[in-house]
Nanobody, 122 residues
Framework: VQLQASGGGLVQPGGSLRLSCAAS????????IGWFRQAPGKEREGVSC????????YYTDSIKGRFTITRDNAKNTVYLQMNSLKPEDTAVYFC????????????????WGQGTQVTVSS
């Protein structure tokens, strides 16, 4: 079982990145996938989530209108398209899985991938 997050990097303010969370060893069909981030010296926070059954999406207020979460079950991958990036988006981004529906509580996510660093700086 593995969740592989990728796509991070260094980008200027206003730029875009697309993060990928590729699953192996299990099918995403039955899991919600959440994206979380942790900036230096700050607690981990939930960013976005997409549920398994209906693909319902959730976004934290600070990224609404800028980030879009999608899933491609055929590729067993979830994407986070990040546009209009701001310096405050700088963090390590993690993806995690939870059975069926999304939750704002990271403790309810049972498996986590390694993070990918996103740095927004001029």
């Amino acid at each position: 079982v593995q969740l592989q997050a990728s796509g991070g990097g260094l980008v200027q303010p206003g730029g875009s990145l697309r993060l990928s969370c590729a699953a192996s060893g299990f099918s995403l069909n039955y899991y919600a996938i959440g994206w979380f981030r942790q900036a230096p010296g700050k607690e981990r926070e939930g960013v976005s989530c997409i549920s398994s059954r209906y693909g319902t999406t959730y976004y934290t207020d600070s990224i609404k209108g800028r980030f879009t979460i999608t899933r491609d079950n055929a590729k067993n991958t979830v994407y986070l398209q990040m546009n209009s990036l701001k310096p405050e988006d700088t963090a390590v981004y993690f993806c995690a899985r939870k059975i069926d529906s999304c939750s704002v509580y990271d403790t309810e996510y049972g498996y986590w991938g390694q993070g990918t660093q996103v740095t927004v700086s001029s």
